[in-house]
């Protein structure tokens, strides 16, 4: 049996008929740009979200970056985020002219942990961007905190949480602005690219329209400098038509999680919630001593795996220059080399999920975990490579390669 990553196709041969209904609505419609669908889709997302503004824009990346805008962000500017994230949202601070300041992670859950932020903060800094990864929302009461102290804009990086709760409230409600991607392997996906900021400031919301439509206030009026960012009218009718059954794929993310974690929690690391806060598992992520070798046990099974992400944002050769080095971040840098992500996606079968656990059980009867209490081993230095039994610094060591399909990662 075949366990792959994620799988499109399937999830398009389900919902077929709803997809191409909405594809067929748009091609017959004449407007393929900031037309009537992305009209509908963003009052149905505010309303799912519970905020009074969304506006589509293209991407995750450009969502972030727009957001960072219109909270006023700019050159030289400085942005508190993690260096454990996927590299488009340090990419996005770049974009707006901004430098990361990197703060580590918590390492039970694996977003930011929140209690570092304020030794950070300074004059410059113009914004915190928390990331809610792998479907876990971050901390979010002590930075409404901070921002009503400081006054610091927070920007949620919702691209893998869509539809996760903190306390009840929708992630990307919280904080000033919302950040969210519709890459087709999210919980929420296009079938292309696309992304959403949402907001409940009206001025906010003004400024947001204007940049995703080069700066524009009404046609060839340029108030500001903006780009071309919008949600084409094909993405937003698709996203329309799969909004209504996130919930039910978010429970059923949480069921195969819950399944993967009766089978393998005496094994290997499994993730842990914050209690008010349940993750809808974008990803499903285990630790292990030894990552690399249980990933190619599990390839040899013909079962594929992800690791997210094995070299953190500042160790990147990109982000060098920000003069972070090997041992500053030491959670991120130690979950860097100990983590992979097993097969996650709605329409997995509990076979799937069984055959997953039974090989992974297997691996680890032949090579047992040191530990399985991520907080046991602080140093990011003491991994052991089974197959060498040479220590090896995790941030050193190259991903396993597998070439998942394209639209998977
Ligand atoms: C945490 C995070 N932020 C931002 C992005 C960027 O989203 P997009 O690929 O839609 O630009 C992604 C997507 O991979 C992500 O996972």
Redesign the pocket.
């Known amino acids: 049996m075949h366990v792959p990553f994620g799988n499109m196709q399937i999830h398009y041969n389900q919902f077929k008929q709803e997809i191409d209904q909405a594809v067929s609505r748009v091609l017959n419609s004449g407007y393929f740009i900031l037309g009537p669908e992305l009209e509908r889709f963003e009052q149905e997302f505010a309303q799912f979200l519970g905020v009074k503004h969304v506006i589509g824009c ?7 970056y727009l957001a960072l805008k219109a909270a006023g962000v700019n050159s030289g500017d400085d942005v508190i985020v993690v260096a454990h ?2 590299i ?2 340090i ?2 601070i770049s974009m707006a002219g901004a430098e990361p300041v990197f703060v580590d992670i918590d390492p039970n859950t694996y977003v930011m942990d929140v209690s570092l932020i304020e030794a950070k903060i300074t004059k410059k800094t113009k914004a915190i961007v928390p ?3 792998y479907g876990q929302m971050c901390e979010m009461e002590p930075l409404v905190d901070l921002n009503r102290r400081y006054g610091i804009p927070i920007i949620e ?4 949480a869509t539809g996760a709760t903190y306390k009840l409230a929708q992630a990307g409600s919280i904080g000033d602005y919302g ?1 969210f ?3 087709p392997s ?1 919980n929420l996906g296009a079938f292309g ?3 959403a900021v949402c907001t409940n400031s009206q001025e906010g919301y003004e400024r947001l329209l204007k940049l995703r439509n080069y700066g524009q206030s009404k046609r060839y009026y340029h108030d500001e400098i903006g780009i071309n960012s919008r949600l084409d009218e094909i993405q937003a009718a698709i996203l329309s038509a799969q909004l209504p059954y996130l919930v039910e794929w978010n429970a059923r993310r949480r069921q195969i999680a819950n399944r993967y974690t009766e089978g393998l929690k005496d094994s290997v690391v499994t993730p842990v919630e914050i209690e008010h806060s349940p993750s809808v598992y ?1 990803l499903y992520v285990i630790q292990t001593d030894n990552r690399n070798a249980l990933q190619k046990h599990l390839l040899d099974k013909g079962i594929q795996t992800l690791i ?1 992400y094995p070299v953190p944002a500042h160790l990147q050769k990109a982000y060098k220059y920000r003069g972070l080095k090997e041992g500053d971040l030491p959670h991120t840098e130690k979950a860097a080399g100990r983590i992979l992500s097993l097969p996650m996606f709605p329409e997995l079968t509990d076979e799937q999920i069984d055959k997953v656990i039974f090989e992974i059980k297997e691996f680890i009867k032949q090579n047992p975990n040191k530990a399985i209490d991520p907080n046991t081993n602080t140093d990011p230095n003491t991994n052991i490579d089974s197959n060498t039994n040479i220590v090896v610094n995790p941030a050193l060591v190259p991903a396993n390669s597998f070439t998942p399909p394209t639209s998977i ?1």
């Open positions: 293209a991407s995750g990346t450009e969502a972030i994230t996927a488009p949202t990419s996005a990331v809610h990864l990086d919702v691209a893998q950040a991607s519709f890459y999210k690219d696309g992304g974008h997210h990662r």
